[in-house]
């Protein structure tokens, strides 16, 4: 069985402290990478991974902001030599009311978490892997992408973007050596999700730490024919 071996290569995960972001951390250590963790607050990173060491950077960014991004991107770089991967988890969710009852803050939101913080680090992150002659992304988009949901207008709609832009950073990275690619989980087994949906069966939905292995598949050397890809983990719903 042919195993996926990061040892030497940087991962930057951002959404780390969040129950895919530190599920990808775990794949990725595993599989030997340095790493450069992400989130909002330094706390609740700390929280999750412990202190910084020698192949662990821990770094508090704002994702929603371009500088804040440019900077992350800047610092993963400086502080391990280089940039390899990306495992982007970043976004938010809302559900609910129908489009004609939804508010204009509502689509504005899912927008910025779901794609705005793409794209903003997106910019420095392919401009840094040009640069370096190749590189990996990957982005989590969700099964709504697909087609609409009744109640998840903006949520859909900011996914289907997300999934749009994975597509063209790959054509655009082609020739650069670079792939990029995302997942489409159904729904999450997270604490959160168990009380959200309490009659929900649980059994049926994907573990983060599957779709984290999808993950870190998509951005190693075995799907190196891969890009542009929107790979579907279901589980079993």
């Not at 927008?111 to 040009?130: G, Q």
């Not at 640069?131 to 996914?159: D, N, Q």
């Not at 999808?214 to 890009?227: E, G, M, Y």
């Amino acid at each position: 069985m042919t195993t996926i071996d990061m040892t030497g290569e940087v991962a930057l995960v951002t959404g780390a402290a969040g129950n895919l972001g530190r599920a990808c951390a775990a794949a990725f250590a595993a599989a030997g990478a340095r790493l450069v963790l992400a989130d909002r607050n330094r706390g609740d990173l700390e929280a999750v991974h412990g202190a910084e060491t020698e192949d662990r950077v821990l770094v508090e960014c704002d994702l929603t902001d371009a500088g804040s991004a440019a900077l992350l991107v800047e610092l993963a770089a400086s502080r391990m030599g280089r940039l390899d991967s990306v495992a982007n988890t970043v976004g938010g969710f809302h559900a609910g009311p129908k489009v004609e009852e939804d508010t204009p803050e509502a689509w504005s939101r899912m927008l910025t978490l779901n794609l705005e913080t793409a794209v903003n680090l997106a910019r420095p992150a392919m401009a840094a892997m040009r640069a370096a002659g190749g590189g990996r992304i990957c982005t989590v988009a969700a099964r709504p992408a697909l087609a609409g949901v009744a109640g998840m207008g903006a949520y859909s709609a900011s996914k289907a973007a997300l999934l749009r832009l994975t597509e063209t950073l790959a054509a655009e990275g082609l020739e650069a050596g670079i792939r990029v690619n995302a997942v489409l989980p159904s729904i999450i087994d997270t604490p959160e999700n168990r009380a959200a949906m309490p009659k929900a069966d649980p059994s049926k939905w994907v573990a983060p730490e599957a779709v984290a292995d999808v993950i870190l598949f998509l951005n190693s050397d075995l799907a190196r024919a891969v890009s542009g890809a929107g790979v579907p983990v279901y589980g079993r719903s």
